[in-house]
């Protein structure tokens, strides 16, 4: 099942407010940025955290799960726990890197 476009726009509500917010629709499903930074990936109205060791005791009892075939395990987020959510990207949006610019074909 695909991630409806309400679903996400849902996730951004919970995190207003923590930063510049955006999604991206990639293959039918999402990914939610937090000032340009990848966060959540949201894969059939389900929101997927990779798993890292700064957010393993905040995340130890949530479930686990694979976002899409041959991706590695990630935390499972409860979205609708708000206070979690937020606290989840207060930790992560700082050590996320920006993504690297993609080059232009034709380019040198």
């Known amino acids: 099942m695909a991630t409806t476009q309400a679903f996400v726009e849902y996730i951004c509500e919970q995190i ?13 499903e999402y990914m939610v940025y937090v ?3 990848p966060i959540f990936l949201v894969c059939g ?7 890292l ?20 395990e990630h935390y499972v987020l409860d979205v609708d726990d708000a206070p979690l959510v937020r606290e989840i990207v207060s930790i992560l949006e700082p050590i996320t890197p920006l993504p ?9």
């Open 100 to 108: 690297k610019p993609r080059k232009k074909k034709g380019s040198a």
């Open 45 to 51: 109205n389900t929101v997927f955290v990779k798993r």
């Open 35 to 37: 000032n340009d930074k």
């Open 53 to 72: 060791p700064e957010i393993a005791e905040r995340m130890a009892d949530a479930e686990t799960g694979y976002p899409y075939e041959g991706a590695k």
């Open 16 to 28: 207003r407010n923590t930063g510049d917010i955006r999604y991206k629709k990639m293959f039918g």
